[in-house]
């Protein structure tokens, strides 16, 4: 697996940690990085 999601649309900067509430639990993902893989 690649950092590239999609061909020629966007990086996965796992420098920048994201929060975000989810089901009432913080989640913590990657900027750029979709919801559902940070639920993973």
């Known amino acids: 697996m690649t950092r590239f999601r999609i061909p020629g649309k966007g990086r996965i900067d796992q420098g920048t940690p994201v929060r975000f509430s989810f089901d009432g639990r913080t989640i913590e ?12």
């Open 29 to 40: 993902g990657c900027k750029g990085d979709t919801v559902a893989s940070a639920l993973l």
